[in-house]
């Protein structure tokens, strides 16, 4: 018998659900994992938040206003972060455009991209220098930590004339109180245009050459699939160890035993 089966076996006999109700699939999904913030999105087969997830897309003109989205804002599930937190943005280097003969986002863009955020314009550099930019939300006070906030993204200051492709952000999200460690670099690509019918090709780009493809699974860290680490997660699960909510509600329970399954069976890459 095989490890998988193995791990199979051992699993059954582990078990309420969490559930996004109320969140936007526009958005990221904001959490706290390991002492890091972390982003999700949600799965539209299930509902459910899936972390980590660092790409976001948004069509420009989408409200009705040319050049310009308020998506994706950013919420979270309740009491996935520390109530009161600030978490501010900052812009890790100068925006890309899709060359879509190239197929690739080596190009910085020559169209202006402004994020606005508590009554601040932040303008994207033009050359890769990193920009710090400010708080744009705070959670709430209370237990369950809410948070649901919504920065502006204008392309050219929002002004006429249309302007047709796709445009690649990157931006990193960070607590003021510098207790929690900021978020890996995300990923958002706006759309106009001609740019809608590439929009799945530049994504499909910024996953292959930006973003690793983590081995969950591999609980004990040893760039290997087995039996070890069934009993890490067992013995975290068991222990109520953070690690072992796969599916990051706050409980432990049957959902992340079946999310851990998942990703054990298909593998690392």
Known sequence: MNTKSIATMTLAACCAMSHAGGLHDADYILAIQNNQIVTGVIDPSSGEVVYPSR????????????????????????????????IGFSILRAPRVWDDVAMDFETIAMEQITVRAAGQNIVAPSTDTRLDGIVFGQASITPSATFHHHMQYLLNGGLPPVVEGVWLLELELWDESGSVDPSDPLYILFAQGEGEGQLNDAIAWVEDNLIGSPCLADINGDGELDFF????????????DSIADFNNDGQ????????FLTSYTNGCP
């Open 229 to 240: 680490d069934v009993s890490a997660f067992l013995t975290a699960y068991n222990a109520q």
């Open 55 to 86: 790409i976001k897309s948004a069509i420009l003109g989408a409200e009705g206003f040319p050049n310009f989205t308020n998506d994706p804002g950013f919420n979270a599930e309740l009491g996935q972060l520390n109530p009161g937190m600030y």
């Open 252 to 259: 432990f329970n049957f959902f992340d035993v079946s999310t």
